[in-house]
Structure formats: structure tokens, C-alpha cells
């Protein structure tokens, strides 16, 4: 999990293109979303093509972005939910 | 800088109709235009239905009088823009100072696309120039205004999915301040691979018939082709063979200032786009006798729309319905094609259907109108046109007493 | 009714977001030359420049840079110019999909490919809620721009309009016009580009936006007197004939206008035009260039107008400018002159507020 977290981080600073954000500067809790990281409804999109390039995973209703994208951690809980099935 | 601007004629092509006549019938008939892809050449084929012209490049260009190897999109509008000036009867262009003034959102891209594939093979030299030389906006509205003799005052407006309606409003500036005695005015896009596979990152398009306004709504459907109406000055009105449609009586143009894709959940600039064209207009909400929605049926765009429209019109709603449930939404080429038809409800007394409606949304619940119908008293009629950028047009035809 | 630019911003391949105006050239070897970009985060907050192409950055700058000198805090319209839109993010979208064949396609490219980009991008950091249009018409993009601005402004409805135009080139699009026999084969100084004898330009870039309104006031740079463009003529004489008709109709002549500012490019098949229209109506006129400074694009003239506006404010010539005659000792009128590949020609009149 720890590992698959600080996978995750790096993944999402060279997706979003977050200048001057660092991988370990996101805490695995924070919210990643408005008040937290501050990303938006585009971002969701690009983290959604992230799972599918980086984890195979495919999200085909954008609406489980905001449950599914909440923080660095809730990503890596589904990301190990869906490789066991 | 005075003076009215009058609509004398419009023409028409996309998925239900290659020209206006038969866009109406497949109203009257309740005939949509989405299918399976058959002529754009994509991956999305059999998944993402759309409203593509049904003609292959060939008859278009053999109709456009134009070279088939050029970009689909000129073949539209040059279609479209010869049947609106047909329709005027002003006769020989050249007796005239006239503007065409066209949008579009990716100029050639049809052609850049297959030109690319072969360019990124083999860089620099690879792909034939042929195919990337009209990939510019400008460039399809140059073949058009070259091919029907037109060079007065010729541009092209991009403001994506409102380009359509700034290009009447920008041509009734031109006639207003006395710059064109006509301008043919609106705006044409061909499907393309970009914008498809485009709006598919976004999550937009939906896998089945859109169903704008409707409570189970998921998504557009992309469409094409070409509408352009007949701009005239007062002068030029008089001479007309018959009455022109209705005169252009209000139009403004807003931003939502609020996201690059996404409409704010009040519909802001939706708001003021429809607050300020009916204040030009000298009209109440009240004198509004059909709205043609913007409407595409995604879940933001619609919630946005109905917002501002209730907030507009709260109590009293006029008939409304979105054409795009028929054409799909055919993005650069909306705003023209759709203020022919908002030009023609005036003139033909016309309310059209809103396909596919059955369950009212749950957080504003405005009915839209679901059966066509010709021959009400139809005084005014309001055109929406909303895109990317925030960018948010509306235009108000009224009727010419 | 009087149109004044109260601001005005420049991004370019010379030194013009800053400084002493155009106090050196910025010299160039080749056939490309790149913007002198600014540090954009005293403008853009972080969070937006991350999704930003550089001609988005750009047009950003210059309208800040614009709304700033005229002291202008939120514009009544957005009007923005630009024949190539965002190329670069154009090219990117369209490079993944061909390359991972419609598969697995991020949106962020796609939204920012759209034309209308920058004038969005203006409006939601200035949280402006009024009208906003785009012209995307070769060279006739800044001219069209221009011309719905003074008609807005004419109509009365609004105070201040916020008018550029903007292009970048790309490595794709360099390429790709390069094939078209554009620019120079061989290479050459951007300081020597006016007195070529050999085809081809080179290739430029830059955004250039103005703050226009109807009140003199003391920020005020410029009269912007009109605008008008010509496509397709036939010949020299329907060129110098509709210039004429351009001048009387703003109640000048020829012999009224201090300066020429032409757009000669360097191009042997292009430059004749030039000459024949000095020739023809302004014998005894001091002429100036800017291609060499701007290089050559579609919406060039926006450079052009930034340069003419600045001269008539502080009434001198910058080095290196002047093509023939001598600076005058008062810059009253300005005329901009600029051709487009023999197709697209542009006339633009500026003055001295005072006059």
C-alpha cells in the first residue's frame, strides 16, 4: 500500500502537470479535490485515464470520480480492490 | 450604426435534411438523425451514434460544384450558403457589397487528420500538403466566399459551440454600420476524429439518442453540417421579392467566467446572454414564443440552461424544445443552422419537438414541447447557443410588422 | 465618435513586456523567432498556468500588460484575434490520437486546443462576465477583431474593450509551413530580413493586446482612427485605389500621414508591392518596417499597431526601423500598411490623441 501510494503521487504530479507541487508534499489523506490539492472536474477526467493506463482500470461513469479520487489513499484502496478480483 | 437587420432567407444541411425542406419534413415526421457512423472513419463506429450528413464526399462536392478533396466542412457551408442566398431572391451577388461571415471550430482537421497520420510516420516530409493546406478556420470560409464570388468583407468567427450566433451578430453589425448591404451569416463543421474522440475524453457522449432536458439524460450526440441565414440592411429589405422571414431584433453575447468546460450551476452567463438580448430587443420575457434551447443533454449544460431560463421566465414559460435531439449537436454549424430554424418558427409559425423527452428533471422540471407544429402566432422567438470558454450567445428573431 | 488605446501589452521576439521601447534589437540567425516569454506567474496563478500553451500565456500577459497601463480593471468585451488558435495543444491531441489510435486520450489538450482559448482564459482570470468573441481568420483575424471592437464601441454600449491578437508557431507548424516554401532556405540575420532579395520570410510570433475606449484620459496611448481590409485584389491599383478611399473616408490624404509603417517581410516575390504603393501615393513619406523585429505571422499587425501606438506617444523612432526618408520631427498620423501573402492586405490608421 505504502509503496503503491508513493506510486500514485509521482503518477498524479506528471499527469496534472502540478508545477512546483512535490510527490511526497501530498499527504495520503489529504483531499484531493477543491479545498485539499485543489484539482477540478478536469483533473478527475485525466486521473481516470490515469487508472486505465497505469492500473487497467476502466471508469466508465465519471460520477464515482469524487468517492473513488477523494485522497491518495481512497485511490490506492480501490486500485487493490480491483487487482484482486 | 441604425437601422434593422432583416433575415431574407436560410439554408440548411445535416443529419435529417440536405436542405431545409427536408430538415422540416423529418421534424413534422419525428425522424432524428443519429445512427451508427458511416461515412467518419473511427474506432467509435457502432459505439457512439451520430448525426452525420447522409452523403458521402462525392455527392457533396458534386452538389458544392467544388473539388471532392477538400475538406467536408467547406462542402457543407458552401451547400448551405447557396441555398440561403437562393432562397432570398436578391438575385446576382455582385450588385451588392456583400459579407460572408462563417464559424467553424477546426477549419480543414477532417483532412489534417489523415494528413498527420502519414506526417508523424515520417517527419517533416511525410503526408500531402494537399491535405493540411485548408487546415486553418479561415481557409474553408476562403474556398466558400471564393467559390461563390464573394470578397467584400469575408472572416470566420471560433468561439466553439456559440460560434454560429456571434457570426449574425458580428454580420448585423457589419449591415448596422453600414459596412455590407448582405451578409450571409452562420457557421459549418464536418465530424472529424478530433472533436469526436475529443468530447469521448470528457465523458459527454452518450451511447444512446440524447435526450435533452430529460431527467435520464447522459450525454450529446455529436452531429454536422451547415446553417446560414440571409442578413439584410433596411434598403436592401425593400427591394425583396417577398416579405423577408423576420427581422434579427435582439442578440448578445456573455461569458460565464466560470470554467473552461463545465457551465456554473446558476447558468450566469446563460443568464445574461438571454437577459441581454431581450433587452436590445425591447421585449418582456412574456413576449417570447418559443425557445430554442441550447440544450446538447449533458447533465451540466441542461441544469445550467433550465436554471437561467427559470429565473428569466419564472412563471410564464414559452413552448421550448432543443433541435439538437435531432440534428445532434453539430458544435461550430449549431448557431446557424439553428437560427434558420428559429428564423422559420417566426415566419411559418413553427414550434418544433424535443425527441426522446419523457420524464421532466428532477431539479427544475421544464417541459419542452414533444410534437411539431406549424401555423401559431409565433411574434418572437428566442435561439441559445452556449460553448467552452464560458462562451454564451443568444439571439431573438421577431416578426416583421 | 473618438476611439483612443488607453493600454496596450506585447509579448514579441524583442524585448516588450518591459524596459526602454525597443531600445536594441534582438538579433536572430535562421528563420524562426521565438517570443521572449515573461515570467507568467505575476500574472497567472499556478494552478491555471499548468494547463497552459504558451500562445494562452502569452495573450494572458499582453491583455494584463494592456488593462494595466490604461489602468483598466475589468473590460466591457473580450475581442480576440488569432488565424492558428492553439496549435501546440492542437498538435498534441492530434498526435495521441493517431498514435494510440483513438485509445486512452486525456481531455486537458482537447479543451485547450479550442480557438477561443485565450480570450476564455482572459476572461475567467479577470472573472469577466461580459461579451467575448474570437476571429480566426488568416491575416484578417486582428483586423476583424479590431473592427468589431470600434463598431461596439460606436454603438455606445460600452465603455472599454479589451482588442489583441495572438499566434505562436510550433515545431509541427514550423515544419509544415517551412514545406510550404514560406521561409528562407539559406540562412540570414533577422537585421538584414528587409533588404533580402531572396524569397521566403521568417517565421514569427507574439501577442499584442489594447485597451480601447472612447474617453481621453491620462493614460491614453493613441487615436485608433480605423481599420480596413482588402482580399484578393486584383492588382496594385485596387490596392493604392482602396487605400485612397480608406484615407478620404477617415477625411485625410496621403500627404497627411507622417509615417508609413509597411509590411515587407524580406520576400523578393512579396516586397514589390510595397514599393509601388510609396511610389504610387507617399514619394516623400518616411517608411518604416517590423517584420524583422516581429517576424512574419497572421496576425502581425497587432505588433504593428503596439509599435505605431508607442511611437506616437513618445514620438520617437527606435533604431533600425526607418526603411527610407528621414524621421519626421513630429509624428502626427500613422499609417500601417501590411500585406499577407498577396491575398490579405490591411490598412490601419492611428494618430496623435491630441490631433
Known amino acids: 500500500m505504502e509503496k503503491l501510494m508513493a506510486d500514485l503521487k509521482a503518477q498524479i504530479v506528471a499527469q496534472l502537470n502540478l508545477q512546483e507541487v512535490k510527490p511526497e508534499d501530498i499527504g495520503d489523506d489529504q483531499p484531493l479535490f477543491k479545498e485539499g490539492l485543489g484539482l477540478d472536474s478536469i483533473d478527475a477526467l485525466e486521473l481516470i485515464v490515469l487508472l486505465q493506463q497505469h492500473y487497467h482500470i476502466r471508469i466508465a461513469n465519471p460520477e464515482q470520480g469524487p468517492e473513488i479520487f477523494y485522497s491518495v489513499r481512497s485511490m490506492a484502496e480501490f486500485i487493490t480492490a480491483h487487482q484482486k478480483q | 450604426m441604425s437601422g434593422n437587420v432583416w433575415i431574407a432567407g436560410g439554408g440548411v444541411i445535416c443529419g435529417i435534411g440536405t436542405d431545409l425542406q427536408a430538415c422540416l419534413e423529418a421534424f413534422a415526421q419525428m425522424q432524428p438523425g443519429m445512427q451508427d457512423m458511416q461515412y467518419l472513419r473511427s474506432i467509435h463506429r457502432g459505439v457512439l451514434p451520430v448525426a452525420e450528413v447522409k452523403a458521402d464526399n462525392a455527392a457533396l462536392a458534386a452538389r458544392a460544384g467544388m473539388p471532392e478533396h477538400i475538406s467536408r466542412t467547406a462542402l457543407l457551408s458552401k451547400i448551405a450558403a447557396e441555398e440561403a442566398w437562393a432562397s432570398s431572391g436578391l438575385g446576382a451577388r455582385a450588385q451588392y457589397r456583400v459579407g460572408f461571415v462563417s464559424a467553424n471550430t477546426v477549419g480543414g482537421m477532417d483532412k489534417t487528420e489523415e494528413f498527420f497520420a502519414s506526417y508523424l510516420q515520417h517527419p517533416p516530409s511525410g503526408g500531402r500538403l494537399q491535405q493540411v493546406v485548408h487546415h486553418e478556420c479561415g481557409s474553408v470560409t476562403e474556398l466558400v466566399a471564393d467559390a461563390m464570388g464573394i470578397r467584400h468583407h469575408v472572416t470566420t468567427i471560433s468561439t466553439a459551440c456559440s460560434s454560429g450566433a456571434n457570426a449574425l451578430m458580428y454580420g448585423a453589425r457589419l449591415i448596422r454600420n453600414n459596412i455590407a448591404d448582405v451578409v450571409i451569416a452562420g457557421g459549418t463543421d464536418a465530424l472529424t476524429r478530433f472533436t469526436l474522440n475529443g468530447f469521448n475524453t470528457l465523458m459527454i457522449l452518450d451511447q444512446a439518442a440524447c435526450r435533452p432536458f430529460d431527467d435520464t439524460r447522459t450525454g450529446l450526440n455529436l452531429g454536422e453540417g451547415a446553417g446560414y441565414v440571409v442578413l439584410v440592411s433596411d434598403a436592401i429589405a425593400a427591394t425583396l421579392p417577398q416579405a423577408p422571414w423576420c427581422r434579427l431584433s435582439g442578440y448578445a453575447n456573455a461569458n460565464d467566467a466560470y470554467h473552461q468546460t463545465a457551465s456554473s450551476p446558476e447558468g450566469t452567463g446563460n443568464y445574461l446572454a438571454m437577459k441581454g438580448a431581450l433587452e436590445m430587443s425591447g421585449l418582456q420575457p412574456e413576449d417570447i414564443a418559443y425557445i430554442n434551447l441550447h440544450g446538447t443533454g449533458t447533465q451540466n449544460n441542461d441544469d445550467s440552461e433550465a436554471r437561467a431560463i427559470q429565473r428569466l421566465f419564472a412563471p410564464h414559460y414559452p413552448p421550448m424544445s432543443s433541435t439538437k435531439s435531432f440534428t445532434g449537436h453539430t458544435l461550430g454549424a449549431s448557431g446557424g443552422i439553428e437560427a434558420v430554424f428559429a428564423a422559420l418558427a417566426v415566419q411559418q409559425g413553427i414550434i418544433y419537438p424535443n425527441a426522446h423527452f419523457t420524464t421532466p428533471m428532477k431539479e427544475c422540471p421544464l417541459v419542452p414541447a414533444t410534437t411539431f407544429s406549424s401555423g401559431n402566432r409565433i411574434p418572437h422567438v428566442m435561439s441559445n447557443s452556449f460553448g467552452f470558454s464560458g462562451s454564451c450567445s443568444c439571439l431573438v428573431f421577431s416578426e416583421t410588422v | ?355
Request: net charge negative; aromatic share 8%.
Open chain 3, 1 to 355: 465618435m473618438n476611439i483612443f488605446i488607453q493600454g496596450m501589452g506585447c509579448v514579441s521576439p524583442q524585448h516588450t513586456t518591459g524596459g526602454p521601447f525597443l531600445a536594441e534589437i534582438r538579433e536572430y540567425e535562421g528563420n524562426r523567432l521565438k517570443a521572449v516569454e515573461p515570467d507568467y506567474k505575476q500574472w497567472i496563478d499556478l494552478k491555471l498556468i499548468r494547463r497552459m500553451g504558451r500562445v494562452v500565456k502569452m495573450g494572458v500577459a499582453a491583455a494584463k500588460l494592456s488593462l494595466q497601463e490604461a489602468a483598466v480593471v475589468m473590460p466591457d468585451a473580450i475581442i480576440t484575434g488569432t488565424a492558428y488558435g492553439c496549435l501546440d495543444d492542437t498538435g498534441v491531441f492530434l498526435s495521441k490520437m493517431i498514435n494510440q489510435q483513438e485509445e486512452m486520450l486525456t481531455p486537458t489538450a482537447f479543451i485547450q486546443s479550442t480557438h477561443n482559448t485565450v480570450g476564455g482564459q482572459i476572461a475567467l482570470l479577470l472573472g469577466c462576465n461580459a461579451c467575448n468573441n474570437t476571429f480566426v481568420h488568416k491575416a484578417f483575424s486582428f483586423e476583424s477583431a479590431l473592427l468589431d471592437s470600434i463598431m461596439m464601441l460606436r454603438e455606445g454600449a460600452v465603455q472599454h474593450i479589451l482588442t489583441g491578437g495572438v499566434d505562436e508557431i510550433t515545431d509541427h507548424s514550423h515544419a509544415i509551413l517551412s514545406r510550404f516554401g514560406l521561409y528562407k532556405q539559406a540562412p540570414i540575420r533577422n537585421t538584414a530580413l528587409l533588404q533580402s532579395a531572396t524569397k521566403g520570410t521568417i517565421a514569427g510570433e507574439g501577442a499584442a493586446f489594447f485597451t480601447l475606449g472612447t474617453e481621453m484620459t491620462a493614460h491614453t496611448v493613441a487615436r485608433l482612427t480605423g481599420v480596413s481590409t482588402l482580399y484578393r485584389p486584383a492588382d496594385i491599383p485596387e490596392i493604392t485605389g482602396a487605400l485612397q478611399v480608406f484615407l478620404s473616408s477617415h477625411a485625410c490624404g496621403p500627404e497627411d500621414i507622417d509615417l508609413l509603417i509597411c509590411g515587407r517581410n524580406g520576400n523578393a516575390d512579396e516586397d514589390g508591392v510595397y514599393e509601388a504603393i510609396t511610389q504610387a501615393l507617399f514619394p516623400q513619406t518616411a517608411v518604416a518596417g517590423f517584420k524583422h523585429l516581429s517576424g512574419e505571422y497572421p496576425t502581425a499587425a497587432a505588433f504593428a499597431t503596439w509599435m505605431a501606438a508607442r511611437i506616437l506617444q513618445l514620438q520617437e523612432l527606435s533604431p533600425g526601423v526607418l526603411i527610407s526618408g528621414t524621421a519626421p520631427a513630429k509624428i502626427r498620423k500613422i499609417l500601417i500598411c501590411n500585406g499577407y501573402q498577396g491575398t490579405h492586405y490591411s490598412f490601419i490608421l492611428l494618430a496623435h490623441p491630441n490631433i
